[in-house]
């Protein structure tokens, strides 16, 4: 796979209460990703950017919701999450400076 590519595929990490316990109990993390992202790319992104072991991949398209600005209505974007589960005893620490 093209390494520049895979360098583009993961927006952002979630930080939530919900990501935050996934990650503790099922050794899971939690990223936003490209719309056109695949699972084999998912996983070597993180393989690549994080230097750690990937078990699976699930992904989720998440329709943005309709909200009231004013008078008018608006609407969020639409977005592709993905639930990264690592092998056993592999973690991804974001607090960490990247060096």
Do not use: W
């Amino acid at each position: 796979m093209n390494q520049e590519r895979l360098m583009q595929v993961l927006l952002a990490p979630i930080v939530s209460e919900k990501s935050t316990f996934i990650a503790e109990k099922h050794e899971q993390v939690a990223f936003r990703v490209m719309p056109c992202a695949t699972k084999p790319e998912i996983k070597a992104a993180v393989e690549l950017l994080f230097k750690v072991e990937v078990e699976g991949v699930r992904v989720i398209n998440r329709k943005g919701k309709t909200k009231r600005t004013g008078r008018g209505l608006g609407r969020r974007s639409n977005a592709r999450l993905a639930y990264v589960a690592l092998k056993k005893g592999q973690e991804i620490h974001f607090d960490e400076e990247v060096k």
